[in-house]
């Protein structure tokens, strides 16, 4: 069965930094569309980031860009985002996810059909 498993959230003061870690199994990264969304209260899911399986170009929402940097370490069939300098607005549940039936990059939630459990990033003072 295919699973992705996160973990590295937690409470930051702004300007700090975390790394969010998401381990696949049942399926190889690399061959797929990968990438993180986030959903803060009250508000809708919205991408953050996302790899392309065909060319590994990254995209990132203009919110994140300059910030945040997205990667995947195939050896270890795992992917990362990198979040420095984060801000209060960065608050949210942050979750991964591929898309096993799409290949190249998506931006669509609707084209994910593996997802992490969520984990939670606070940033405050």
């Known amino acids: 069965q295919a699973q992705l498993v996160e973990s590295g959230g937690g409470l930051v003061q702004p300007g700090g930094s975390l790394r969010l870690s998401c381990a696949a199994s049942?399926?190889?990264?690399?061959?797929?569309?990968i990438g993180w969304f986030r959903q803060a209260p009250g508000k809708e899911r919205e991408g953050v980031s996302f790899?392309?399986?065909?060319?590994?170009?990254?995209y990132y929402a203009d919110e994140v860009k300059g910030r945040f940097t997205i990667s995947r370490d195939n050896a270890k069939n795992t992917m990362y985002l990198q979040m420095n300098s984060l801000k209060p607005e960065d608050t949210a549940v942050y979750y991964c996810a591929a898309a096993t039936e799409v290949w190249g990059v998506s931006w669509r939630e609707d084209e994910y059909n593996h997802w992490g459990q969520g984990t939670q990033v606070t940033v405050s003072s």
């Open positions: 790899i392309s399986n065909s060319d590994g170009y990254t």
């Open positions: 049942g399926f190889r990264l690399e061959f797929y569309p």
